[in-house]
């Protein structure tokens, strides 16, 4: 018996899922426990395993579709099964063919053709192949031939696909814009526009005898000339992913039900840049590197445990003060992965080492970017620290994170111009935005953490113990 490979549920609030990879293709034996594909939940970017020995045996969903949970998107053979016996009916009913046209009043009907004449007559006549088609209808095509057929005015449903049980791949959807641009290449310019010559007979078949420029003029519009190549950016656009619809959700929610109000500080930085490059010195031989994010992420969760009252979240018909501070980290996400932002937690920070800090900011990140983090890996957040710095952003205001009560918005260290001990020198400063929840966090309860975290940076010997 074939067995469904559905869209599981990897998340409480999961309904739909995109399969974002496909690791697996038809005739590939796999093993239990097999990472076949990776999903993209309403949360984050999820591996789905295989459960059952056997052989794939026909893959239904298309990568960057999205389908309900519980949709069948593939489908395998068990162990030892023939590929064959396993193989659903997928292919669609026989498109409906145009009667031949009746026979004219008087005219002799033409004589029945045998099956072997029809089967002959039918295999000469170029018609295009009918599209690979998927258990549900779709035409089977990847998302950048897609895109490209779509950029071009190519419909999908006219080609035949060359890939895996004829799916439309990219080579085939550039071969057949290689094709019409042949054809355009071929008909003369202004072909379209030249004037017919005195040799050229109506009705005849022979070309127009061209003009000769020198000896006649045609005046030219600005509309008839042709905008360079390539010219200008080409409009598109672009279905949202699950996780960008989570996010765009959330942030209105943030935005519109949370009162945020801002309170900003400047932060002498000279005394941290100088430990910090001491500190990368020393540990240069263990192949470590501090960066400036990691020293404000440990300095936040100091402050933070200095001022319990901050890590707070609202709920509802009370305050919830939380006992551990887990520092949360956003982290920005290539295009490729459909862009956007996730934030990953540094569980229980105040308690853990620089190094320890930069080891699982590095890896949390590097897996964000490549395989998606774990809902586990994005749980239980206290409070966010968002850095633009590393872009040259001097400052910027973060809307909050539900269901923290408080973002740091943090700016690059710039070198400046600055007043010190009553004289004009030349030192580094760094601006950060911290936007509150004013339902949880009172205007003197933001100014006393950015105080606290105002004297561990300007002092970040605190920071080692």
Known sequence: MPIDITMPRLSDTMETGTIVKWHVSAGDAVSAGDVIADVETDKATMEMQCYDDGTMVSIEVNEGSPVAVGTVVAVMAEEDE???????????????????????????????????????????VDEPAEPPLTMR????????????AEEHGVDPASLSGSGPMGRIVKRDVLAAIGISQETAAAVPPGAGISQASPASSPGSSLPATPVDSSSTSVPVKASDIPAPSGYGLQPWSEPLSGMRQTIARRLVESKTSIPHYQVSMVFDMDPMVEMRSQLNEQLAQH???LSMNDLVVRCCA????????????????????????????????????????????IRNADRKSLRVINQESKELSKKARTKGLTIDEMADST????????FGIDNFTAIINPPNSAILAVGAVQQKPVVRNGEVVVGHEMTATLSNDHRVVDGATAARYLSSLKELIENPGMALV
Not at 309 to 337: F, K, Q, T
Not at 383 to 390: A, E
């Open 82 to 124: 023939e590929i064959d016996a396993a193989t659903p009916p997928s292919s669609p009913p026989p498109s409906m063919k145009e009667p031949p046209p009746a026979p004219q009043a008087g005219a002799e009907a033409p004589p029945a053709a045998t099956p072997a004449v029809v089967e002959t007559v039918e295999a000469q």
């Open 137 to 148: 209808g779709h035409v089977r095509i990847s998302p950048v031939a897609r895109r490209i």
């Open 302 to 345: 100091l402050a933070m445990y200095t001022n319990p009252l901050m890590n707070a979240s609202w709920g509802g018909d009370c305050i919830n003060y939380h006992g551990d501070v887990n520092i949360g980290v956003a982290i920005s996400l290539p295009p490729e992965r459909g862009g956007g932002l996730v934030v990953a937690t």
């Open 383 to 390: 409070f966010t620290v968002s850095n633009l710095g590393m």
């Open 287 to 289: 192949e470590v590197k």
